[in-house]
Nanobody, 125 residues
Framework: VQLQASGGGLVQAGGSLRLSCSAS????????VAWFREAPGKAREFVAA????????SYSDSVKGRFTISINNIKNTVYLQMNSLKPEDSAVYYC???????????????????WGQGTQVTVSS
C-alpha cells in the first residue's frame, strides 16, 4: 500500500490549509487512518485519526477544535482540514494507515504499517 500526501505549503498564522492523502488501492475502508507531524528537533506527534469505520475521530489536544480529519472512500483519499493555524503547527505532516490499529492506541505511531512521504506545512507569524 502506497500513500501519497499533498497540500502542504506556507501560510500566515490564522490561515487554513487542507492536506490530502491518497492510497494506491482501495484500502481505506478496512484501515484506520491518521495524521502525524514532526517538527525539527521534536519527536513525531499524533495529530488526528479515524477508525476503520470512518467514525469516531480522535484529535490531539493541541489541534482539537481547529483541525478536522475526514475520508472520501470513493476517491480513496483522507483529508486534514487545518484552520486557525499557528506557528507551532509548522512541521512535516505524515499520513498513515493500519489494518490492526487498536483504538486505545490510536495515537501510537507504531500501530501504523503504512506511511506517506510527508508534506511540509509552514505557518508564519
Amino acid at each position: 500500500v502506497q500513500l501519497q500526501a499533498s497540500g502542504g505549503g506556507l501560510v500566515q498564522a490564522g490561515g487554513s490549509l487542507r492536506l490530502s492523502c491518497s492510497a494506491s488501492e482501495r484500502t481505506f475502508r478496512n484501515y484506520a487512518v491518521a495524521w502525524f507531524r514532526e517538527a525539527p528537533g521534536k519527536a513525531r506527534e499524533f495529530v488526528a485519526a479515524l477508525s476503520r469505520s470512518g467514525s469516531s475521530p480522535s484529535y490531539s489536544d493541541s489541534v482539537k477544535g481547529r483541525f478536522t480529519i475526514s475520508i472520501n472512500n470513493i476517491k480513496n483519499t483522507v483529508y486534514l482540514q487545518m484552520n486557525s493555524l499557528k506557528p507551532e503547527d509548522s512541521a512535516v505532516y505524515y499520513c498513515a494507515a493500519g489494518r490492526t490499529v487498536i483504538w486505545s492506541a490510536i495515537a501510537d505511531s507504531n500501530m501504523y504499517a503504512h506511511w506517506g512521504q510527508g508534506t511540509q506545512v509552514t505557518v508564519s507569524s
